[in-house]
């Protein structure tokens, strides 16, 4: 049972930036995403990496402003955000996926974090 843990949300400015980690631990590698969810709307998908860390995929109103990586060794995955703006305030959530490919899409995805509240201020 793979458990996932996020961490570094928090209230900034807009313009301002933060990283997301996401702890995994119990599993072996698996294709990693990010998703959000904002009060009264679905949950989206963010940004999303391959098991190996070489091909990437992100959503229009992330790409330019944020950065999903991993460290395999430390069974992590970051999402670097800047530029950050009022409309990205949502509960971002980790998710993996038994896939070595780049996976976008919520069903895809077989565990999930708890999630780490991002407020943008304007």
């Known amino acids: 049972q793979v458990q996932l843990v996020e961490s570094g949300g928090g209230l900034v400015q807009a313009g301002g930036s933060l990283r997301l980690s996401c702890a995994a631990s119990g599993g072996t590698l698996y294709a990693m995403g990010w998703f959000r969810q904002a009060p009264g709307q679905e949950r989206e998908f963010v940004a999303a990496i391959s098991w190996s860390g070489g091909s990437t995929y992100y959503e229009d109103s992330a790409k330019g402003r944020f950065t999903i990586s991993r460290d395999n060794a430390k069974n992590t995955v970051y999402l670097q955000m800047n530029s950050l703006k009022p409309e990205d305030t949502a509960v971002y959530y980790c998710?993996?996926?038994?896939?070595?490919?780049?996976?976008?899409?919520?069903?895809?995805?077989?565990?999930w974090g708890q999630g780490t509240q991002v407020t943008v201020s304007s």
């Open positions: 998710a993996a996926a038994q896939e070595g490919r780049v996976v976008s899409t919520a069903p895809e995805y077989d565990y």
